[in-house]
């Protein structure tokens, strides 16, 4: 009977196509702190969980096929025969937890025992450390689970180095939508050996601090808008004040850069809030209040980034979209049902309700329609055609390239519409914008100042 932690081949295949595909569904796919991955010791990677399925293939995509990573999840979710089935082979393993019932929380005795097995043939772990997922942008409570397991597993090694805790900040430019951007920022390994020594006197004070390390670490890696109040404000206000501190900061205009910048609007946030009550209220009434004006204009926040349109780049833009629409055109055409069927299915058919769920869905239904339909267009090619079959096995490989500059054409030319809409509106109803312009001003103001 096989192990869990082994790599059998087949695993190794599927891995390599769902990492491939893992990579293609962002827009952007940027790995931070690479070189902090141990390559010789157990680990247990412990990223923060906004993004469900997708959380736990960000760990996947930063490792070599042939190193499993094995994950922990939810039990309620190994009901059904065939779930549980994937769910094994995708090295997935159950955690009990009060909801499921108090007669099944000794069954987390085995499970953990298992995860100490895994790590003692220097194998790797993925546990979520803060138990559950939520979608908000802040890193809640962590739990004890995973501690229990690193110091079960370092008594075989007693004061040496063995265990290692790796934290991952995973951000996302949508939790919902493809084509957005992941960024996985691996920090340094967190040795358990070093709290060996407090466990031994004292194993509640050694688990405090081994938590509370990598609560602070984890923190550093990701966006945190901790606030029990105020966080569409703290929402809000990252986004208006993300070019402004970027600026401030000195620093090129990229989505690694902005990241940063909004790291640092965050922290901004969190002390407004805790050492001016009265100034955080005013920064809250503005920027909903901002919200709603840009929600009744129709117009997006990167519109008032600016200064001012250029009326004949406005024009240019439009005349190069005009020239590359046909691009688009086929783009969708070859494209519109692997990009949309997924949807569709997840709306109307699965009906999937928790906004946390959405992206994995899309993306699971996405491994089986993108080859699925490629692979029909290609043979209705090759049918229709008189190209030999080389051309048609270059047409099914074309087929994803051209629907990416599709969906690149698609989100320029709304870009175009906001920017003639915004100077539009700007000709008609000035004051409107003026005085979305002034809150814009007032929300960075308020931060900066």
Known sequence: MSNIYDSPFSFILVKRYITFAFKRFYGEYIVVGKENIPTDCPVIYAPNHTNALMDALAIHAILPANMPVIFLARSDIFNNKMAAKALNFAKIMP?????????????????????????????????MP????????????????????????QQKYGNKPGIKIVPVGLDFGSITKFGKHIIINIGKPIEVSEYMDIHTENQAIATNEIRERLRTELIGLTLNLETDTHYECFEIATEVCNLAFLNRLKLPDNTINRFIARQKIAESLIALEKNSSERIETLDAVCHEYADSLKNLRLKNWNFEKASYNSLSIIINGLLLLCTFPFFLV????????????????????????????????FVLGLITFPVFYTIQGILFYSFTDFPWWASLLFVVCQYPI????????????????????????????????????????????LTE
């Open 95 to 127: 955690a009990f937890r009060m909801r499921d019932g108090v007669e099944n929380l000794g069954r987390n005795q085995y499970v953990f025992d298992k995860c100490v097995d895994v790590l003692h043939h220097n194998k790797s772990l993925g546990i």
């Open 130 to 153: 803060e138990g559950g997922q939520e979608i908000e942008r802040f890193l809640r409570p962590i739990v004890k689970g995973i501690f229990r397991i690193a110091f079960s597993a």
């Open 331 to 362: 783009g969708l055409l070859l494209n519109f049902l692997p990009f949309f069927v997924p949807v569709y299915l997840r709306k109307n058919v699965i009906k999937v309700q928790f906004v946390g769920f959405f992206s994995s869905l899309q």
């Open 403 to 446: 629907g990416k500059v599709a969906l690149k054409w698609n989100g320029e030319f709304k870009k175009w519409l906001a920017k003639i809409r915004y100077l539009r509106l700007e000709r008609k109803h000035h004051e409107k914008i003026h005085e979305t312009k002034r809150m814009h001003k007032q929300i960075i103001s308020l």
